[in-house]
Every structure is written in structure tokens, then in C-alpha cells.
């Protein structure tokens, strides 16, 4: 009894040391310019990663409905800055792989991203 | 300049102050189809509206909805049958003298709007200026604000999309209509068929603030008589035409 619990947690510990190998931390790609001399986003980055989410809804409900046209907090210029074309001119795809901005993250933590149904993922080509 | 405020920003707010013109000492002409500082809200001082002059619109003409469905990428990968229309032509007969008239048909931007009054979450809404539109946030694609349009003005939208406009996101199962441009208003500028149409040299429709009694359009429907359609609903449209 006491050798099939050991190896049962052997197995375990071999299949969780697998599972974290198996899992790349997410390498987003580089932002096309700082935010300013002092502060590379538009927020300091450890609130950007945990909060980046409220400030875009609160920003979209300003937009929507009261017309404020900032850009500060606005998805269209997270997404001027954050989505960077190859040498060949092409954007990454916000639908697979992981080399879209959002997407490198977003598939890490597996939380799915649904502003791409509507929204322009990728910068317009002037 | 502090750091959460750009250069682009600061240039527009300072182009905004230039936009105030003194006529007389003490008193400020404040021209309001200048954009307004981006930061602010949109106020119910304002009300969008226009006036589309019928005798001008020509029979076969489309610059008006080719230019929206450019601005707004509306026929871009979807089937005829299902395409949105925002604004469309459509021609009028009088039975007994056979006078022929051509109009383009887009979202009245009611005062009253059936559309809001129907939807039952709140996405159909009306901007403190009068802009009429569908927060697809909350869209939930019931279409009841479709049954309840007297004009006919909105679409459904049966597809996915793909390469929307960063200014137009729009998406399958929301509904969506004429929003008049205002990603252009906001800015100052004018709605894309406007645009179009002017730029043609049709010159039929004219865009502004109604509550401005100096803006073109306030003059302009103080001089001439236009018809604001279906006005037995009361739902006093900010569109209205002249010549029907
Ligand atoms: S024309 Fe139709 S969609 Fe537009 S505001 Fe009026 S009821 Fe709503
Ligand atoms: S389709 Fe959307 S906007 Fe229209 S009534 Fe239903 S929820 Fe409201």
C-alpha cells in the first residue's frame, strides 16, 4: 500500500514538472513606442497587466455613450502601438498562434477575447 | 504639458481656444462646429441634424451610400442579400401627377426613437446630442428596435466579420444603423455621405448643430419649408427634407 501511494506521488510530481515545462511564458511583442520619457505604457506596467481590462471598459462606456474621445486608455491605440507588422508588412493574427499582442497573453492565462469579433485587430494600413 | 496629455491633444485643445473669436469687446463668438476638446462630454446644448434638399438629390445618384458603405466597410465580405444598408435611395411618385422625386433614407436620429423605447437592455440609446445609437456592448440582437423603426433604418448583421474600421466596430448578431459619422463629428468633421455629396458638387444635404440658430442649417430651415417624414408619429426626426 505504502509503495503504490509513493509511486502514485512520483507520477504526479513527474506529470506536474511536465505540464509546467510544457506551458512557455508568454514573450509579447515589443510596443511600437514609449508612453513617455518616464513611463513606458499608458499606465505603469504592473497596473497595465492587472487592470488593463477595467480601463478599457470604463473607456469604452465614456466613448459609447458620452463621446469622449481620449486616447489615453482607447483599444484603437493599444492596438497602434502593440500590433507590429513583420518585415514583410504583415500583422499577426488575433485569431491563432501567439504572436499577436493580446493573444500572447490571453492564451497563457486561456481567457478568451472577444473585442476582436467587432474590433480591428490590427492597425489600418494608411 | 503633463505627461497623460500628448502633443496631438495639446495641439487640438489649443486649436479649439483659436476657434474663439472676439466680434465685439466682451462678446465671444463661440463657433461650434469646431470639434470639442476630446476629453469632454457630449451635451444636449447640441443637436445634430440635416437637411436634405431633394430638388438637388438626382435620380440614380449613389455618392452618399457608397461613400458610408466606404467609411464604414459595410459591403466588405458579406452576401448581397444580407449587406447592411445605413442609407439608401429610394424614389417617391406622386400617383396623380407623376413628379418623380429620389431621396436617400437613413436613420432619422428621432427625438423620440421607437427603437430606444423598445430595447430591452438599455443598447439602443440616444446621445445627449441627439445621436441615435446601438451599444453592441450590450446588443443582444432580439431586433426588436428592427420591428419597431418606422423608417426602416436598421440592419442585422448574419455574418462574421472580418477587417472592420478601427473607428466602425461592428460584428454578427448586433444590429447597427447610421451612427451620422460620429467618429467624423466628434472631430469637427462632417458625416461621410455629406461629404460625398458635396464634394460632387450636388450640394443637397447640409449637416449641423439645430440648436444653433447661427449654424447653416438653423439658417437655412428658418428660410425654406421642409417635412420631417412620418410627422403624424411625432417622433420629431433630426432629418427633414425639402421638397416633397
Ligand atoms: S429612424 Fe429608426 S433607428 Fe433611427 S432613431 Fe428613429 S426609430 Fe431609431
Ligand atoms: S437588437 Fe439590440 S439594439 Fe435592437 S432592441 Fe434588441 S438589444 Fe436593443
Known amino acids: 500500500m505504502k509503495l503504490y501511494l509513493l509511486l502514485t506521488q512520483i507520477g504526479f510530481g513527474l506529470l506536474l514538472s511536465l505540464a509546467v515545462n510544457a506551458i512557455e511564458k508568454p514573450t509579447p511583442p515589443k510596443a511600437n513606442k514609449q508612453f513617455s520619457t518616464e513611463q513606458a505604457c499608458v499606465e505603469p506596467i504592473d497596473i497595465m497587466r492587472r487592470y488593463h481590462g477595467h480601463f478599457l471598459k470604463h473607456h469604452r462606456d465614456d466613448t459609447m455613450h458620452s463621446g469622449v474621445r481620449t486616447t489615453q486608455h482607447s483599444l484603437v491605440e493599444c492596438i497602434n502601438c502593440h500590433v507590429t507588422a513583420d518585415d514583410h508588412g504583415n500583422y499577426p493574427s488575433v485569431k491563432d498562434g501567439s504572436e499577436h499582442f493580446c493573444r500572447s497573453c490571453h492564451n497563457y492565462a486561456a481567457v478568451t477575447i472577444d473585442c476582436f469579433q467587432c474590433h480591428a485587430s490590427k492597425p489600418e494600413k494608411k | ?244
Open chain 2, 1 to 244: 504639458m503633463s505627461p497623460t496629455q500628448n502633443r496631438r491633444d495639446f495641439l487640438k485643445k489649443t486649436a479649439t481656444v483659436a476657434g474663439l473669436t472676439t466680434i465685439a469687446p466682451g462678446i465671444l463668438f463661440y463657433n461650434v462646429s469646431q470639434a470639442k476638446p476630446d476629453g469632454e462630454a457630449v451635451t444636449s446644448k447640441v443637436r445634430w441634424g440635416m437637411l436634405i434638399d431633394t430638388t438637388k438629390c438626382a435620380t440614380g445618384c449613389t455618392d452618399c451610400v457608397d461613400a458610408c458603405t466606404k467609411e464604414h466597410g459595410l459591403n466588405d465580405n458579406v452576401s448581397a442579400e444580407v449587406a447592411p444598408q445605413w442609407i439608401r435611395k429610394v424614389g417617391l411618385r406622386d400617383k396623380q401627377t407623376g413628379k418623380e422625386t429620389s431621396l436617400p433614407m437613413l436613420c432619422q436620429h428621432c427625438e423620440e426613437p421607437p427603437c430606444v423605447d423598445v430595447c430591452p437592455t438599455g443598447a439602443s440609446f440616444k446621445r445627449a446630442d441627439g445621436i441615435v445609437l446601438v451599444d453592441k456592448h450590450t446588443c443582444i440582437g432580439c431586433r426588436y428596435c428592427m420591428m419597431a423603426c418606422p423608417y426602416k433604418a436598421r440592419s442585422f448583421i448574419h455574418e462574421t466579420l472580418e477587417n472592420q474600421k478601427p473607428h466602425s466596430p461592428r460584428g454578427k448578431g448586433t444590429v447597427e444603423s447610421c451612427t451620422f459619422c460620429v467618429h467624423k463629428v466628434d472631430k469637427g468633421e462632417q458625416p461621410a455621405c455629406v461629404e460625398a455629396c458635396s464634394n460632387a458638387d450636388h450640394n443637397a444635404i447640409i449637416f449641423g448643430d439645430i440648436k444653433d440658430p447661427e449654424s447653416e442649417i438653423s439658417k437655412k430651415l428658418a428660410e425654406v419649408s421642409s417635412t420631417a417624414l412620418r410627422a403624424d408619429m411625432k417622433l420629431n426626426p433630426g432629418v427633414r427634407y425639402q421638397g416633397i
